[in-house]
């Protein structure tokens, strides 16, 4: 596709029920990356993937967060049991380069989750 | 721990001047040193990328500049236009790529 897509673009769920938030990639592009971004905060790095291997999940706040992309493209990101300090705008980013520091990120527009 | 602090949450500025955003980090060596652009509901927008061994770099109206001895990168918008208002984002990279919390940039009319 011509960017990187998001869905749902807005979640609302109550507290403790399990909700996934999709992304799909930039065509070919290697590395995908989730962040979680707070009302007025910058961009929290979550978890990184090199095609379908995760290779660093050192931000994912708790076990209720899990990643997946199981073939290299489209990845999601799933929050189970989730708790009003959940809500948050969850951003994922795709780059060309393999290496996780190299290159500019191209962003979705995020998915806006509301746990009530 | 690694700390990116961006030098103010909002920033006012006359239409026409030149708008200088900085920003600080510690405990961290970063291969290089990025900008982004972010409007209200929108992610994140890719400006530039300046390396550690670069001093500066220049596209159009932009300007980044990066010194690894104090830790700091400035940003600078010449001939600022209400256009140019958002919100701006600092990201190191190194091993990942971490942000700063951003600076509200105001042009003001």
């Known amino acids: 596709g011509a960017g990187v897509s998001q869905s749902p673009r807005y979640k609302v769920a109550k507290r403790g029920q399990d909700v996934a938030l999709r992304c799909d990639p930039i065509?070919?592009?290697?590395?995908l990356f989730w962040y979680q971004q707070a009302l007025g905060q910058g961009p929290e790095f979550l978890t990184y993937?090199?095609?379908?291997?995760?290779?660093?999940k050192s931000g994912l706040p708790s076990d209720r967060f899990f990643a997946e992309r199981p073939e290299g493209s489209v990845s999601t990101l799933k929050i189970q049991r989730t708790q009003q300090e959940d809500s948050a705008v969850y951003l994922c980013?795709?780059?060309?380069?393999?290496?996780?520091?190299?290159?500019?990120?191209?962003f979705g527009e995020g998915s806006r989750l509301t746990v009530l | 721990s690694q700390k990116i602090e961006q030098n103010s949450e909002a920033l006012n500025i006359q239409e026409g001047k030149t708008a200088t955003l900085t920003c600080n980090y510690t405990?961290?060596?970063?291969?290089?040193l990025q900008w982004y652009r972010q409007d209200p509901g929108r992610g994140p927008v890719f400006l530039l990328l300046?390396?550690?061994?670069?001093k500066e770099k220049r596209k159009e109206r932009l300007k980044v500049t990066f010194d690894t001895t104090l830790k700091q990168s400035l940003f600078h918008i010449t001939a600022s236009q209400p256009a140019d208002s958002a919100t701006y984002l600092c990201?190191?990279?190194?091993?990942?790529?971490?942000f700063g919390k951003g600076t509200r940039l105001h042009i003001l009319p």
């Open positions: 065509s070919g592009h290697v590395s």
């Open positions: 993937f090199q095609n379908e291997a995760q290779l660093d």
């Open positions: 405990n961290y060596s970063p291969a290089y």
């Open positions: 980013a795709s780059s060309i380069r393999t290496s996780v520091n190299t290159g500019e990120l191209f």
């Open positions: 300046i390396r550690e061994n670069e």
């Open positions: 990201a190191l990279a190194g091993d990942k790529i971490i």
